[in-house]
């Protein structure tokens, strides 16, 4: 009976640890997504900014044989203005891609951790105290 018992027990232990795991992937999952979504919709806004800044800035190089001068003036301060926004979009870009954390990193280290007491439980004199068990369940 006792047998069965631990077998139980340990069999609640790990299913408590994979719901955790994968609780935590769909987590970091959910967070993945936005960050894209966030990424794309700055990608877009991008784009059409700079595209906007090389049509006024065609639009003045064509009106510049034209004989007015406030278009000129105009037109310049608009693709400047663009060009201005179309830039800080794609920098702020290349900074979240070259400086966000790694995707799914907090379960790639809850796997390394449990990797790691997987390892000291498999050593024949290790010495595990119940904090160190998921749930802080004491070994049968």
């Not at 936005?34 to 009106?63: D, E, K, P, R």
Request: with cysteine; aromatic share 8%.
């Amino acid at each position: 009976m006792a047998l069965r018992q631990s077998v139980g027990d340990l069999a609640c232990t790990l299913l408590s640890i994979v719901r955790t795991r994968i609780e935590l992937f769909s987590l970091e999952a959910s967070e993945q997504k936005s960050h894209l979504i966030t990424l794309l919709g700055m990608a877009f806004g991008a784009l059409l900014f700079l595209t906007l800044a090389l049509l006024v800035f065609s639009i003045a190089v064509a009106l510049y044989f034209w004989p007015t001068d406030q278009r000129y003036l105009a037109l310049g301060v608009l693709a400047l203005i663009y060009g201005l926004i179309g830039a800080g979009l794609f920098l702020a870009i290349r900074q979240r891609l070259l400086y966000s954390p790694m995707p799914f990193s907090a379960t790639v280290e809850e796997l390394r951790r449990d990797l790691a007491l997987a390892e000291r439980l498999r050593e024949p004199s290790s010495a595990v105290s119940p904090g160190d068990l998921p749930g802080g369940r004491e070994l049968p």
